[in-house]
Each structure stands twice: as structure tokens, then as C-alpha cells.
């Protein structure tokens, strides 16, 4: 037995990936994509049917040019996760415009204009979820939307604030971003000599999960933004792992069976305090780390969305 297959018997597998032939290669019940990996892809010869494809259907839809864009750039996600869907058994999150992160109502629009578009190809809103920056705006759009049947993954989440917030909205998803973590505090000159056990990003992951399994939230935790093997097999347990392709393939390569990592606890009463919107800010403004990586994100996803508009732009 390899580590991949010994790490299936503790947490789910996701790739993270909008390529094709590594999801083909993989299998993954799951997939979860957003802009910079959209961006990646769609660049690729391949692809070109998909942005083509996204231009005729937004001109028959019509309007001014800027609006035919967005159509085609929404469309172009859209299609790209249907091709996916027709590989995997199970969902694809697929990630809105991350400019709309500060602005609930245009989140919870945008949120079901793309539903609304995977219903025209057939797909069931069942299979999809709607990645949102895990701000305070998008926790509660993700809050109105599951009202609606529409399930959310609350992505670029740093901070133990955010989890908390995700979790008394009972969002259906959160994407912790371990990498990410571990790479601020090592630019920072902050971590001296390597040890899995002082990861900071591994042990953010290990608190929420101790936290949400103490108070028995259902939100669901997903590990993501792994920088090595390391911090993927210190969270065996966790309940879902996104794993980028190569370090899937070292998983794969490497034999051996894995120990178990993280367990669920005895479930007590929940606090009865819950976060109100000043209480989230302070909380999350308290820690340097999760405020610039979140900005950080957001504006990184966000110019991979003009960088799309762009080559959008280019073909029309």
C-alpha cells in the first residue's frame, strides 16, 4: 500500500487542479479549482474550444460589451467545470470574482447567476460549490445562500476568527490554507530550524478541527495549500485534503501505511456567544499574518479575473 491509498482510509482526497489528464490520472471524488488555476489552464491550447465556446454564448445572450465579457468569463469557469463533472462522481467548487469579496448582495448574485448556468448545461446545483474569500461579506452571503440549497467553500482562510465565523454560519465547507501559513512565517524569519510539529500552518489546521469537532459543528474542514508530504500526512484525520498533482504523485510513490493524526473529540454545548461583525474584524485584525495573506489573495485571484477578461477581450 502507498501513502495516497493509505491516506484515503482517513480523510477524502481532493484534487486541486483544473487539468484534465491529472484528474483522469488521479480519479478524485472532488475537485476544487479558482482563478489562478483557471487561468493556468485555459491558456492551453486545449482549452481554446472552452473560451470560444464562451464567446458565442455570450454574444446570442447579447448586451453592452462589457456585460457580453462578463457572460463569457462566468461562461469559461462554467464550462470548465462541466468537463470536469463529466470525469468526477462527485462536486467541483467552482470560484466567483474575487473583486465582489467586500460586497454580500453582489456575492449572492453572482453566486446564483453562476448556478443558474450550470443548470442550463444540465448539472444539478447539488454538485457544485461556490468559492468565497472567507471575508465577513462572503460568510454571510454563503449564510443566505445555503438557504437556497446553494452550498459554499469559504476559501483564503488564515485566521482562527474566520473559522470560528464559518462555523456559527454553518457554511458547508472551509479551505484552511496551510502552505500559504507556513510561508509568511518563514519569510518572516520566523521559523528557525523545520519541525512538522511547529508548522504553523498544521497546527492552525489542527485548532480548527479541534474546535469544530469539540462544539460538533458539521462545517466541513479541507485542508489546502500544502508545501510537502510533510504537512499532508500531520493531518490524516482531517476531513477532506486538497492536494495539488505533484505532491500526489509523491504520495503515490512513496509506500508505507500512515498513522491517523487528528480525531474527533466529546462533543459538548456550544458557546452561546456568537461573533458579531465588529467582534470577527478585531479578532482577525489581531493576527498580521491572516490580514495580509487574505488581502494578498484576494487581490492575486483578483488580477487572475482581469488576466482572464483579458484574453476574453483579446478573442472577441
Known sequence: MNQLESLKKYSKIVVDSGDMESIRKYLPEDITTNPSLVLKV????SYEYIINNAITYSKKKGGTYEHQVCNAVDKVSVMLGKEILKIIPGKVSTEIDARLSFNTDLCIKKSQKIISMYEEEGINKS???IKLAATWECIEAAKELKKIDINCNLTLLFSFAQARACAEAEVFLISPFVGRIYDWYKSKSLIKKYSVNKDPGVNSVKKIYDYYKKYGY?????????????????LSGCDYLTIS???LQDLKLNSGNIERKLYCLNVVNKPTETLSRSDFLWLHNEDPMAVEKLSEGIRQFGKDQKDLEKIIKNKM
Open 42 to 45: 485555459i491558456i492551453l491550447p
Open 245 to 247: 498533482p505533484n505532491l
Open 127 to 129: 454538485r457544485i460549490l
Open 218 to 234: 458539521k462545517t466541513i474542514i479541507m485542508g489546502a495549500s500544502f508545501r510537502n508530504v510533510q504537512q499532508i500526512l500531520a
